[in-house]
């Protein structure tokens, strides 16, 4: 019996069109777009991801495998679940389980513990509620590095074909249920504070710091990721006395408006102190 060999332009001319069919149907049902730079990042990702680990991509048995860990109940009384994705790979008698973080690998391997935590959870919910076997987990990191960017770039086949020899975007991590029922503690406390309100940021000067693992500021790698960013008063802070792409930041929060619009303002007590009423009036 003869295997039929795979076509790799033809495996990329697939990808692209996949990508394109699913980022319509999610702009169409969520309404957002990516600018388009973002969406070319995105789908280098995918494509340089199959070049990479081909071999494990088309070894998947189970993909996006959802796993809940249902009515959990926090110390304050409020109930919630876990939810994860993930993907399963069953070879004869040795099941693996992978996590694809759109992260860079060397943040990962910093921060390894944050990762475990996350995946033990995971392995849990697989063992103790599946009653599946598992015997690996790992992280699969699809952040590119700058090197492949920087070939990817210059469309240079000779050095993109080297640095993705160097990429390891395959990181085993350890599982153990011992620490379970702390990381599950953990979450609850934090839907405590989400269900009271208690969003404190992280300080300026955490935002100056350079995450483990990279050269990026916290700022840049994590705040960037935030929706409520330029509501944050620390990440407002930050952006204000920053130098760089902080400007761009501080033209916007300055932005006022002109003379004419400001005086419309002022003219229609826009600008005046709200007057102060009593609730109960309106009960």
Known sequence: MSSKKINPKGIEEFI????????????LEGGHNLAPEAKKLALQQVKM?????HDLAET???????????????????????EGVVDIVRELSKTTMYDIKTHNADTVKSNI??????????????QNLRGEQLNETAIIATQLPDNIKDALELADEAKLKYELAKWQPLIPIPFSQENVQQTIKAF??????????????????????KVEGTRARFATRICR????????????????????????????INDLGTEA?????????WLEKP?????SDYL
């Open 261 to 269: 619009e400001n005086a419309v303002r002022n003219n229609e007590g």
């Open 188 to 209: 609850a406390e934090t839907v405590d504070k989400i269900e009271e309100g208690e969003f404190a940021p992280a300080s300026v000067e955490k935002l100056k710091e």
């Open 225 to 252: 990721n935030c929706d409520a960013r330029f509501s944050c008063t620390s990440y407002r802070q930050y952006a204000l006395s920053s130098k760089g792409a902080g400007s761009h930041f501080k033209e916007y």
């Open 113 to 126: 513990t944050q990762y475990e935590n996350q995946l033990n959870i995971y392995a849990y919910i697989w």
């Open 60 to 82: 998947v048995t189970d993909t996006e495998v959802k796993l809940t860990l249902p009515e959990q109940v926090t110390p304050n009384g409020n109930k919630f679940s876990i």
């Open 16 to 27: 692209v069109n996949e990508f394109n069919r699913n980022y319509e149907l999610l702009r």
């Open 49 to 53: 991801y199959y070049r990479r680990l």
């Open 275 to 279: 007057d102060a009423f009593d609730v």
